[in-house]
């Protein structure tokens, strides 16, 4: 991996290690200072890689500028108490003076810890998953607003208040109860539930496929099937969701890295491997009475990892459809049932349906009625398409949707 990769991907896969087990040291009312000390181990990279070389193990060459930083903080706390203000030091950490244990375990304990601590009731959803995305995540303010379908200055004003709440209630960083744990454990899954979407379809990115991100999401679901306490149905077919789609990853992009769209996959790339994963955890998800959109979300996500293209694939995945709306609407799984329809009743079905959304600010809404008008009435799918451009946010779609104009005259 070239310099200029490798540290914003060491961003993402050390940054929440580094704040989590150093909140777990220096408390969660110091999340701040646990941020800024993480933060500044990674300028030290910025400034120190590009003349002195990349080390030999990057990871742990942070890991060991975080030791130092947080100790140095330590030893200047340390001296302004002696010094300045004795009577601060009834004060003192009870860490203070411990080594910062940055091993494989605690850092997987320290971070289903914060993972559960910003999920605290006290906190309002949407800020429990915006700090999660920060925090854990090391999502930047653009990619939660997108992610979140809301501004940056929101964003601002919601991190700010979960910071304050933290403080305010003396969250501790303890894994809660187990009554708790199904208080708080939705959060926690829709949190990861947008972070493998980011990485999947990014609207704040140009990237077709960002697939450290995935892969973050899917390492974060593994904590908590590693955890009996949350080793649990739900959390089990969020994790086979993100399996059947990782299983489509080595094909959804060709030679270029331009965006290959699932009808014209080379479905021999797709790994057969990561679908018999997903299999699995899908299978362990299927105890106890409790349906959850994940489930259905997940069994809508085989049918498409199923090669053939046939009536009983697409009946099955309306059908999944109809259920999930019914659990749990939204828009966007609302537009992708009117596929399913089209595949199963016909285009002209499918298009009556989708007009009665009115998704007219969705640029998929467009795309998705040009492609069903395309030889009913191509200058109505023409008018769709160039709906769907103006309302595109990145290259990647406005390419497909070029070609699809293209494609209405051939």
């Given amino acids: 991996m070239k310099q200029q990769e490798l540290i914003p991907h060491l961003f993402r896969t050390e940054y ?3 704040t989590a087990v150093l909140c777990r040291y220096f408390g969660m009312e110091q999340l ?15 400034e120190s890689w590009p003349y002195r070389g990349i080390p030999e193990n990057p990871a742990a060459w942070l890991y060991t500028v975080a030791k130092n930083k947080a100790r140095n903080h330590f030893a200047r706390r340390h001296t302004f108490r002696a010094s300045i203000s004795p009577a601060l030091q009834q004060a003192a950490p009870a860490m203070e003076g411990t080594d910062i244990d940055l091993s494989g375990q605690h850092i997987a304990d320290s971070q289903l810890q914060m993972l559960f601590a910003i999920c605290h009731p006290a906190i309002a959803p949407e800020a429990q998953i915006g700090l999660a995305l920060r925090i854990l995540c090391g999502f930047g303010i653009d990619e939660i607003a997108d992610a979140l379908l809301t501004t940056k200055e929101n964003i601002n004003k919601r991190l700010y208040r979960a910071r304050e709440k933290l403080r305010q209630e003396k969250v501790a960083m303890v894994f809660p109860a187990a009554a708790e744990v199904h208080l708080r454990l939705n959060t926690v899954l829709t949190t990861l539930y947008l972070l493998f979407n980011e990485g999947y379809y990014s609207e704040s990115s140009n990237s077709v496929l960002r697939e450290d991100l995935c892969q973050e999401a899917m390492r974060l679901c593994l904590l908590l099937t590693d955890n009996p306490a949350t080793d649990l149905p739900p959390v089990n077919a969020l994790l086979a969701l993100m399996c059947f789609h990782a299983s489509r990853f080595p094909a959804r992009k ?17 790994d057969q491997e990561m679908v018999r994963r997903g299999v699995y955890y899908l299978h362990k998800a299927a105890t106890g009475n409790r349906l959850s959109r994940f489930h259905l979300e997940a069994a809508i996500a085989y049918h498409h990892t199923i090669r053939e293209d046939t009536a009983e694939k697409w009946g099955a995945i309306l059908q999944l459809y109809n259920q999930l709306l019914a659990l749990h609407y939204s828009p966007v799984a609302a537009l992708n049932r009117t596929f399913a329809l089209s595949k199963v009743k016909g285009r002209a079905a499918a298009i009556a349906e989708a007009e009665k959304l009115q998704l007219t600010g969705n640029h998929y809404y467009y795309t998705l009625l040009g492609a069903l008008y395309r030889g009913i009435s191509n200058h109505k799918a023409q008018e769709c398409l160039r709906a769907a451009y103006q309302l595109a946010r990145t290259e990647a779609d406005r390419k497909v949707i070029r070609e699809m104009m293209a494609e209405l005259y051939l």
């Fill in 32 to 46: 701040e200072l646990a941020e800024d000390i993480a933060g500044e181990t990674f300028l030290a990279a910025l």
């Fill in 254 to 270: 060709d030679a270029n890295g331009e965006i290959v769209l699932y009808h014209a996959q080379d479905t021999t790339r797709w």
């Fill in 16 to 18: 929440s290690k580094i």
